[in-house]
């Protein structure tokens, strides 16, 4: 188990680490597959986690738990995770580049939150290592994730989030094509998407900042793009279901 | 310099810790008070950085940088700040009520790229602290900063971000006096803000969101409720200047 803290061995059992009640909780709520559940023996909280799961609780030792736990003062539980299937979301979808597991978590947070499912370019922070799920605070288990996406297949258009010299984010309503699924990409920091991928995506936007600052947290910035998208899509609908 | 990584002794000499060269570039270009930098005695960037700041520059060996700075491995330069006087900004600003430093340097950072000034709440993460200074990137100079805020005086209005039961942030505009400052308020997660806090402020606002996922982190739903405020005097502005 806690070689599991290690990307390699994850990817080689399609199996992952989910650390502390919270997150434990979202994914039994979701339904994702959790094979075990490791915690102190008086902690009757984790307990019925593992069995409203269907997984086995496994007891253990302080000692034990801090070994297998990725955090260093773990209050538990730990439990293994059967990664779900990599499956390329078929609606609207956030496509990260980033390589910042923090930043990942918390654009997978805002992903779900607006409605869109999330897929990883081959370079990017693993969406199933111990710090990002804990920064996506159990939106990994309510929205579809795909890993290792070198290229996405028709129907989806792309969006590139540039620094400067794209649409303003506040106008993608006008170029965007409603009948498509759209997926926008989200670069790295500092140095953001590469110029290649920026030029072979069919929009390019950008949020608009003042001059004091050059550019914004990578998770702030898919996220506000993010926002705009599931507004667009929600006052589309308001107006298909009134004509 | 080692005891500035404690926020008793920042606020006790009213100074901070810089580290590393994009910090420390953005406070001299900002023309911040920054009195010491201690780097590698072959650092020649980080000394000449230090003579454009008109700090004192202290070469050291690697085992001193490594006690002085606040991260495990450090490749210099540390430098020391005199923080600015805490200044409530005049105009537009997100008031923090967030304990993590690393969201509490995200919103400086949105803060300063929508043109927005910041004040912290006393019981918040410490705006000068190195974890919140680093997620600023540089944004720290780039906006005024009041700390340990208990009340914002008059003629600020005030905009509680809320999970449900606020207005919608697309509508913002509708309801905010262009005549006022306004001030965002951002809570901590998960509990979000006091009650009572909430119910004094003279606007709630709510990002709607699908029903995956309850709520955002707080750096992105305080980023998103800046951004709609500067998307908001923009165009206040721009049709003033029309008439």
């Known amino acids: 188990v806690a070689k599991l803290q290690r990307v390699r061995e994850r990817r080689r059992l ?6 502390g009640p919270r997150v434990l909780e979202a994914a039994v709520a979701g339904g994702a597959r959790v094979l075990e559940v490791y915690g102190l ?41 059967e990664t779900p299937p ?40 693993d969406l ?16 579809t994730i ?15 989030t540039v620094v400067s010299g794209g649409i303003d984010s506040r106008r993608l309503a006008e170029v965007l094509d409603p009948d498509r699924p759209w997926a926008v990409l989200v670069g790295a920091e500092p140095a ?9 995506a069919d929009v390019q936007v950008t949020i608009r900042l003042g001059e004091a600052v050059e550019s914004l947290n990578a998770g702030v910035a898919g996220s506000i793009v993010a926002y705009e998208l599931a507004g667009w899509r929600t006052a589309d609908e308001a107006s298909a279901s009134r004509d």
Chains 1, 2 share one sequence.
């Open 14 to 19: 399609g199996l992952a680490l989910l650390e």
């Open 41 to 81: 023996s008086d902690d009757r909280i984790s307990e019925s986690l593992a069995r409203r799961g269907n997984a086995e609780w496994i007891p253990v030792v302080p000692a034990v738990l801090e070994m297998i736990a990725p955090t260093d003062h773990p209050r538990g539980p730990v439990g293994v995770l």
């Open 86 to 125: 990599s499956e390329v979301p078929e609606g609207d979808l956030l496509w990260l580049h980033v390589g910042d597991p923090g930043n990942a978590g918390t654009l997978v947070r805002a992903a779900a939150a607006f409605g869109l499912g999330v897929a990883s370019a081959p370079n990017a922070a």
């Open 128 to 143: 199933w290592s111990p710090k990002t799920i804990r920064a996506g605070a159990g939106a990994h288990f309510a929205t």
């Open 146 to 160: 795909a890993t290792d996406v070198r290229s996405l297949p028709e129907p989806h258009g792309t969006i590139a």
């Open 192 to 200: 953001g998407l590469p110029e290649q991928v920026i030029r072979a």
